[in-house]
Nanobody, 119 residues
């Protein structure tokens, strides 16, 4: 399994970014069964789950970003998206996508995509 996240960059506080992540190494049928999530890891911090989307498209958002992000998926494309707005400097982190269920494999994280929010 490989996960390729993209869309990060440098943005001013209050700005928006759109992230996407493509999973390879699984069929679309298998991907459809996964709960997928976006995680982030700030420098010196532990990785945290910020959003997830179930096969039936129900969603979860961490309180830290609720109201400012929208997660979605296109199972036919094996792709997960994260729309982010009203970004804050404390949102600066590397953002990764991965499975939530099943639990992510240790070696499946990929490089993520860096989001930097300037004040």
């Amino acid at each position: 399994v490989q996960l390729q996240a993209s869309g990060g960059g440098l943005v001013q506080a209050g700005g928006s970014l759109s992230l996407s992540c493509v999973m390879s190494g699984v069929t679309a049928t298998t991907f459809t069964t996964y709960v997928m999530g976006w995680y982030r890891q700030a420098s010196g911090q532990q990785r945290e789950l910020v959003a997830s989307v179930r096969p039936a498209h129900s969603t979860y958002y961490a309180d830290s970003m609720k109201g400012r992000i929208t997660i979605s998926r296109d199972s036919a494309k094996k792709t997960v998206y994260l729309l982010m707005s009203s970004l804050k400097p404390e949102d600066t982190a590397i953002y990764y996508c991965n499975t939530v269920t099943p639990l992510p494999a240790t070696d499946s994280w990929g490089q993520g995509t860096l989001v930097t929010v300037s004040s």
